[in-house]
């Protein structure tokens, strides 16, 4: 079965330090992978998303994530964390035979103190 | 264009009682998918519809339930309900199934069970 593992619930960093937002996956068919972010009393959003091509995706607001195949993984990462990127991010994952059915992570939690 | 709206944004029931939940697509997209995300479990996949049609049902007992209507407007009801079905429900839409891992979400619902 599909399933999508983010590492730490709550993630804390400086503003303008890098931030790194973990996630593995598991899969027996080849992965779509997103990262939706939400913030207090609202829906989710759509940062980035990889189904095929280039490994390494951007995304808004200046994130990225890498896809690795060989590590199972696809980490959200953003050079300089501004404080209005605190917030939950979600890693989601689907499949090709899964139609709208999307797998979530358990969440993250980013804090940015000034 | 219009995002997905969800109505009413908050909702308080009593026990035993039903509820019926609301959801506009995106206009022109055709996929209306359901989760529920409550703090213990996270977001979980309710069901998901096509032309009037369920595709796809995560594991929720039979008091959820769902339809489309033929404007692709869609509603969820839950009878008989349980303390712990207090969540958030969110609908999100995809333009069709071949895309309905891309999908765009509401704001939600809040639902809370006394």
């Known amino acids: 079965a599909q399933s999508v593992t983010q590492l730490g619930s709550h993630v804390s960093v400086s503003e303008g330090a890098l931030v790194l937002l973990r996630c593995n996956y598991s899969?027996?068919?080849?992965?779509?992978l997103f990262w939706y972010v939400q913030y207090p009393n609202q829906g989710l959003q759509l940062l980035l998303k990889?189904?095929?091509?280039?490994?390494l995706v951007k995304g808004i607001n200046g994130f990225e994530a890498e896809f690795k195949k060989s590590e199972t993984s696809f980490h959200l990462t953003k050079p300089s964390a501004h404080m209005s990127d605190a917030a939950e991010y979600f890693c989601?994952?689907?499949?090709?035979?899964?139609?709208?059915?999307?797998?979530f992570g358990q969440g993250t939690e980013l804090s940015v103190k000034p | 264009k219009a995002g997905v709206t969800q109505t009413p944004r908050y909702l308080i029931k009593t026990r035993g009682q039903q509820v019926t939940l609301s959801c506009s697509p995106i206009?022109?997209?055709?996929?209306v998918s359901w989760y529920q995300q409550t703090p213990g479990q996270g977001l979980q996949f309710l069901f998901e519809?096509?032309?009037?049609?369920?595709?796809n049902k995560g594991n929720f007992p039979g008091r959820f339930s769902g339809r489309q209507f033929s404007n692709s407007r869609s509603e969820m009801n839950v009878s008989t309900l349980e303390l712990g079905d207090s969540a958030l429900y969110l609908c999100?839409?995809?333009?069709?199934?071949?895309?309905?891992?891309?999908?765009?979400f509401g704001p939600g619902t809040r639902l809370t069970v006394t």
């Open positions: 519809y096509f032309s009037e049609t369920q595709r």
């Open positions: 206009s022109g997209h055709r996929s």
């Open positions: 989601v994952g689907t499949s090709y035979n899964q139609g709208g059915k999307l797998i």
């Open positions: 990889y189904t095929t091509g280039a490994t």
């Open positions: 999100a839409s995809s333009p069709s199934p071949e895309s309905s891992y891309e999908q765009y």
């Open positions: 899969s027996s068919v080849p992965p779509y």
